[in-house]
């Protein structure tokens, strides 16, 4: 009997070590699984200097694909936006097409003609649909234009006739964009002192590794957001670990 109680006692106490390890395992698995899709490695070189002697080190820290939050009342723009000049230069790499225009009419109302002279550059890429761009989107771009020096801005998405009928491309009042000499940080740090807030609540998000940053107005009833994706090219936007394919080397011949 009390054999037969011990040896139950010893299957007692396998059994729940078997479920601790299996449970441990399993936490284990997730946070592998989790580090696997949330977390990008990004390394950079610097010189570190100690004593009479200076060496490269190279440094590295972990990012999740997608940091994304609300902003604060208290960081929303407060004073009314300044008019813009209303001139915008504006070019597609994707379509090889560009336009300068100015956006307003002599009266200060908006130039129909204008309009759809960028609506043309802002058409989906994939389809070649047209639709008219929200205006205060040109109204910001002109903003943005006058800022920088009258450079040239370069769109590289703007309407996109997607089955996401959340995104707000498909309702086109997104726009991706980035400036030749200037760098993105300038460009998202200029465009979130643009937001007002209220009904003309924006979102604004810097893509480090696609090179562009994301301006919108918000659907109805949204906050202004901000974020940081670390997508690379070619994923729609979608935060993704798919880094671009490497070049192939070629043998030489000889």
């Known amino acids: 009997m009390k054999r037969a109680l011990v040896i139950l006692l010893v299957l007692l106490g396998a059994t729940s070590a078997f479920a601790g390890h299996k449970k441990k395992h399993k936490k284990y698995a997730n946070a592998l699984q989790e580090k696997k899709h949330t977390g990008l490695k990004i390394c950079s070189v610097k010189e570190v200097t100690k004593g009479k002697r200076t060496r490269k080190k190279k440094v590295c820290t972990y990012h999740h694909f997608y940091e994304g939050s609300r902003v604060a009342e208290a960081d929303l723009r407060v004073d009314a936006l300044d008019h813009p000049s209303g001139d915008i230069d504006l070019r597609s790499d994707n379509l090889q097409e560009e336009a300068k225009v100015h956006i307003y009419k002599a009266d200060g109302t908006l130039d129909d003609a204008a309009l759809a002279q960028l609506d043309e550059i802002f058409r989906c ?69 643009l937001d007002v807030g209220g009904d003309d609540s924006m979102g604004i998000g810097i893509y480090p590794n696609s090179g562009f940053v994301h301006i ?36 030489r011949k000889g």
Not at 158 to 185: E, L, V
Not at 223 to 250: E, V
């Open 216 to 251: 919108d107005y918000r659907a109805p009833g949204e906050k202004s957001t901000r974020w940081t994706d670390y997508s690379y090219p070619g994923s729609d936007g979608k935060a993704s670990a798919r880094r671009p394919p490497k070049k192939s080397k070629k043998k």
């Open 125 to 193: 890429r994939r389809t070649g649909s047209v639709r008219a761009v929200d205006p205060r989107l040109y109204e910001q771009l002109s903003r943005i234009y006058d800022h920088f020096g009258g450079e040239q801005i370069v769109v590289v998405s703007g309407f996109r006739n997607q089955q996401d009928k959340d995104s707000r491309h498909f309702h086109a009042a997104a726009m991706d964009i980035k400036i030749k000499g200037h760098t993105i940080n300038e460009i998202y740090d200029y465009a979130k002192t």
